[in-house]
């Protein structure tokens, strides 16, 4: 933590947690809920609901949700601030999605099977591989069950809303909506020195108190250090492990572009095969470098994390890893 930093960052556990996990600041949430999925007025109040739960029996792999609430209503919502890539993390939303959908089952014969709804949301500090070549301003992608046919959707009571947060690149002049504002807010905040005049509503004059680091108890500015270089060191691990990934790759690449260039180029076509292969070769070291770098990176994050003393559901959750996989690499490190 520095000496510039007036707000506290949202991507820590702490600060996601403070803003939007304890019974005090629900209105934060329930404001943010309401204009994230475009129904304002959707929910009136809100209810925080043991977030971690396990299968049908204690050998089952748990869940461990960042945030999970229920509205006057009976829906659930669970929200997800995912910090590093990870690779399988559609699938772990819709693993998640199966625990509120499964507990609303009745016991007795008349149950008729209704449900509520569930919504995901997952607020992404990272791009899906599949949405790199997209249009850049698509940050936001709204799933629900589609008859593809028809072009329609087909069941509405089950929702993934997926936030690519470096894809959101507005600038305060271009905020139109509260959700806008939102995400700005979220992306923008530890790096700000006052309130932008754009958000001067009421909700985030709250937000922006709430997140005031002078105002922190000791106990909180202690937990906040801790939880801020957590955040620091995921980060660091990962961009580190995608630079020798970036470097080993375009080595490669260039090794076996110059191999294949040379096998091919004679005359007129030794300049063209050259290129050719230049640019295959660094195409495939590079995805294979990145794949090799990305794994040495969650490895040493899991590191990380166990040494600060952090739970393996934590550290599965941030890494991906399975706790079989951790447990392999933490008896390494200790040998």
Known sequence: MTSKEKYMNPYTDFGFKKLFGTEANKDLLIDFLNHLIREQGRITDITYMQNEHIGR????????????????LGEKF?????????????????????????????????????LQSVYFIGILDFVFDEDMDDDEYCYRHEVKLMDVNRKKVFYDKLTYIYLEMPKF?????????RSDKWLYAIKHLSALDERPAKLRERVFRRLFHIAEIACFTPEEASAYGDSLKIYRDLINVVDTAKEKAHEKGLMEGRKEGRMEGRMEGRMEGRMEGRMEGLMEGRVEGRVEGEAIGLEKGRSEIAVRCALEGMPAELIAKITGLSAKEITVILEKQIK
């Open 78 to 114: 669970i929200v997800e601030m995912q910090r590093a890539e990870q690779k399988y993390f559609k699938d772990r939303s819709v693993y998640y999605a199966s625990f509120p959908i499964q507990e609303q089952a009745k016991t007795g014969k008349n149950w008729n099977f209704k």
């Open 169 to 177: 690149r507005k600038a305060e002049t271009e905020l139109k909506t």
């Open 57 to 72: 029996s204690s050998e089952d792999r748990r869940a461990v949700f960042d945030l999970f609430c229920t509205n006057e």
